[in-house]
Nanobody
Framework: QVQLVESGGGSVQAGGSLRLSCAASRSTYTMNVAWFRQAPGKEREGVAC????????HYADAVKGRFTISQDSAKNTVYLHMSDLKPEDTAMYYC?????????????????WGQGTQVTVSS
């Protein structure tokens, strides 16, 4: 098990940027770590994932070219850099981690979750 704490959310105008942080209670270098988001009335969806050992990353089509996931192993922290934000990016953003081998960002596969941080993008 690992405890995850997200931070960095806020309110920005369209076109702006934010950096979300996911601080872990221990190293997540041997885990798959992903960012999910959930808007009111919608299902939770995977946004970006960094796989075990930070060897590969994967992004949802809706955020490719705008979001970047990265890992600072020395700080046990995973970041989500978000740029060119759009109103449709408005959601609660969650960090999640798992040791289960995964090939897709399916929420049920992740057994460690943070409490979430709100991102609101106004037009």
């Amino acid at each position: 098990q690992v405890q995850l704490v997200e931070s960095g959310g806020g309110s920005v105008q369209a076109g702006g940027s934010l950096r979300l942080s996911c601080a872990a209670s221990r190293s997540t270098y041997t885990m798959n770590v992903a960012w999910f988001r959930q808007a009111p009335g919608k299902e939770r969806e995977g946004v970006a994932c960094i796989y075990t050992g930070a060897r590969m990353t994967h992004y949802a089509d809706a955020v490719k070219g705008r979001f970047t996931i990265s890992q600072d192993s020395a700080k046990n922290t995973v970041y989500l850099h978000m740029s060119d934000l759009k109103p449709e990016d408005t959601a609660m953003y969650y960090c999640a981690a798992t040791t289960t081998p995964i090939s897709a960002m399916i929420p049920a596969l992740f057994d460690n979750w943070g409490q979430g941080t709100q991102v609101t993008v106004s037009s």
